[in-house]
């Protein structure tokens, strides 16, 4: 009953064909709680939607790594998540060959209560993991976590970076074929991101396919063939890496001068 | 995977609170007791249930704690698996079924209270004893049922916690826990076995009682109505699920 859906004879690594999104807005706090609770009252049950992609057709080729851009984070990570399958677009198709691992805010869910050990399992079970591969491996990803001697204690109050490389080995022992990565290269210290780089370098000479969303893009454009744009109308445009992030700090800077930035979202 | 998520939860249980494993059955031990005191000793209304009555009430409290905690945490599920489901490459029932094994477990774990309350009245069941693991799996899968509609639905409409609160409480009167289906009328006697928990609580106390637990035609409408809910709640299940992906 596994819910990700797998074409193993589709040619492309994965293949979006008009395929749309509405996300429902986080809630802010608009007019108190109590407008908000009157509304609910007067029936409104379905939550304000932004439009996160519209009408997406496009294709990523095996082995191909890309870069997602975009003004806003929730934009990208939409459409990392409909690559990887882990939601569903309301209309059009999206068709994957192989399993995309979703690297997106893994650390989160590390729990404090519990040890190294358990930690990983876990991560790795979410990723599709069984627990046998997750026991070949179990070792060296506390030791490239530099958890090595700590993998039965808890986890506790580990610093953010320590949670971050946790998180980050174990996506990768996961050996897929295709990572979808938010944000994770942004964070961490240097030395663990240039760490990460040599990884996706190598892997990428594996023939490892990576659709790749940052918020940073700067230091990244070696790694990659090139770029996804979501303005903020929410349609997609296929660039080149430069071309992409030339358009992402035109629109930095134009969101940076509006009064107030909400304003555009709203109007969607 | 899903017996490292339910070990987590009940890591969770027992690491949290100093009795541990004492509270599983301190809980429903205090219910029982409180119900007996009143019901039994205060109002001397033994005549509702089947005797030893304090056998019969814990029959009906261990089972029903096993639904009333499955059927709360099945609200909370989505929202507290809100960040997993960003993620997760796994199917998305799997976080309903963690929290009503879960809460099974716990439930297999009270099982001493009910050999206590067995040593006390010194009594043994019969053959149909059997039936107790049958009760079981359909409390199970009315549950799974149950909570395949609940479980999103909540998510989606948070409003909805609160009234499933209500129903919960509702519903512990409108099931035979404190009295026999035998005490009500004849004719809603097969109305009142749409609730599953009716055929349930039958199957549990087959094995003491095996001639007035309950009805045959009311078991059978029981198990009917378990079916009938599971489909609805994979159609429902079904239908809700891309939303509730969303909301993650």
Redesign the interface.
């Given at each position: 009953?596994?819910?990700?859906r797998i074409e193993p004879n589709l040619e492309s690594a994965v293949d979006f064909r008009h395929v749309s999104?509405a996300?429902?807005k986080r809630k802010r706090r608009q007019g108190g709680g109590r407008r908000q609770r009157l509304r609910?009252l007067a029936g409104e049950?379905r939550r304000e939607e932004f439009a996160a992609v519209t009408d997406a057709s496009f294709t990523v080729h095996p082995g191909e790594s890309v870069l997602v851009l975009g003004a806003r984070s929730a934009h990208r990570?939409a459409l990392l998540?409909l690559a990887?399958?882990?939601?569903?677009p309301?209309s059009g198709t999206v068709e994957r060959r192989f399993?995309w691992?979703?690297?997106?805010?893994?650390a989160?869910?590390l729990?404090r209560?519990?040890t190294v050990r358990?930690n990983i399992?876990?991560l790795g079970?979410?990723?599709?993991m069984t627990?046998d591969q997750v026991a070949e491996f179990v070792a060296d990803i506390a030791d490239s976590a530099g958890l090595a001697s700590k993998l039965d204690r808890h986890l506790g109050q580990a610093p953010a970076s320590v949670r971050q490389k946790l998180a980050w080995t174990t996506a990768m022992a996961t050996n897929a074929q295709a990572f979808a990565i938010d944000e994770v290269l942004a964070v961490g210290e240097p030395a663990f991101r240039a760490q990460c780089f040599a990884h996706i370098a190598e892997l990428r000479s594996r023939g490892v396919t990576f659709l790749v969303a940052s918020e940073a893009p700067r230091q990244l454009d070696a790694h990659f063939d090139r770029s996804l744009y979501i303005d903020d109308e929410s349609r997609i445009h296929a660039l080149d890496v430069d071309g992409g992030i030339e358009r992402m700090r035109a629109a930095r800077r134009a969101l940076r001068s509006d009064e107030d930035p909400q304003d555009s979202e709203d109007d969607n | 995977m899903l017996r490292m998520l339910v070990r987590r939860d009940l890591q969770r249980q027992y690491t949290t609170f100093r009795l541990g494993y004492l509270w599983t059955l301190l809980e429903p031990l205090g219910m029982a007791a409180v119900l007996w005191f009143v019901f039994s000793v205060l109002l001397g209304a033994r005549s509702f249930g089947l005797s030893p009555y304090l056998l019969f009430i814990v029959l009906g409290v261990l089972p029903w704690w096993w639904f009333l905690k499955g059927m709360r945490a099945s609200t909370k599920v989505f929202r507290r698996a809100r960040g997993e489901l960003i993620f997760s490459l796994l199917p998305t029932q799997i976080w309903i079924l963690r929290v009503i094994i879960s809460s099974g477990i716990e439930f297999v774990l009270s099982l001493p209270i009910l050999i206590i309350a067995m040593a006390i009245t010194q009594s043994i069941p019969g053959p149909l004893i059997v039936l107790f693991p049958v009760a079981m799996v359909m409390q199970f899968i009315a549950m799974y049922g149950l909570a395949l509609i609940i479980a999103p639905a909540v998510a989606l409409t948070p409003d909805l916690g609160r009234t499933v609160r209500i129903v919960l409480r509702s519903l512990f009167y409108f099931t035979p826990i404190l009295y026999t289906l035998g005490r009500i009328p004849e004719v809603l006697q097969n109305v009142a076995a749409i609730n599953p928990l009716v055929g349930v609580f039958g199957l549990y106390r087959i094995g003491w009682w095996p001639d007035e637990a309950i009805p045959p035609s009311a078991l059978v409408v029981s198990v009917a109505s378990t079916l009938v809910i599971v489909v609805i709640g994979v159609i429902v299940f079904h239908r809700l699920e891309p939303r509730v992906l969303k909301e993650a």
């Open positions: 009953m596994a819910r990700i999104l996300l429902p609910r049950t990570r998540r990887a399958g882990t939601v569903l309301d399993l691992v979703p690297m997106i805010d893994l989160r869910t729990g209560g519990f358990h399992y876990l079970g979410l990723l599709g627990p | -």
